[in-house]
Nanobody, 117 residues
Framework: VQLQASGGGLVQAGGSLRLSCAGS????????VAWFRQAPGKEREFVAR????????MYRDSVKGRFTISRDNAKRTVYLQMNSLKPDDTAVYYC???????????WGQGTLVTVSS
């Protein structure tokens, strides 16, 4: 499976963005999908995860209550709605499929989110 993130941009603190992760391949709906992000000079970190059927969601603590992950398997797309954005959310955002036990795969080019103060 190959995934491609899009929807990033420049937004002021307190603003919102919606990221999209478009998947290819008939197996897209078989995989859980997660969002990760990497800020300049920092390690990549987990942001949120949605199970294959959308019924189970996980978030890192710092985005709980502000970010919402969802998916539309008919469109082979996973979304990340980001509200109340903070400068600390500035990063390149990536999505990947959880191909357990092989780990996360299908990384594509990320999308840059810049939050100005």
């Amino acid at each position: 499976v190959q995934l491609q993130a899009s929807g990033g941009g420049l937004v002021q603190a307190g603003g919102s963005l919606r990221l999209s992760c478009a998947g290819s391949g008939r197996t897209f709906s078989s995989y859980a999908v997660a969002w990760f992000r990497q800020a300049p000079g920092k390690e990549r970190e987990f942001v949120a995860r949605v199970s294959s059927n959308g019924g189970s969601l996980m978030y890192r603590d710092s985005v709980k209550g502000r970010f919402t992950i969802s998916r539309d398997n008919a469109k082979r797309t996973v979304y990340l709605q980001m509200n109340s954005l903070k400068p600390d959310d500035t990063a390149v955002y990536y999505c990947a499929a959880d191909t357990y036990p092989r780990g996360y795969d299908g990384w594509g080019q990320g999308t840059l989110v810049t939050v100005s103060s």
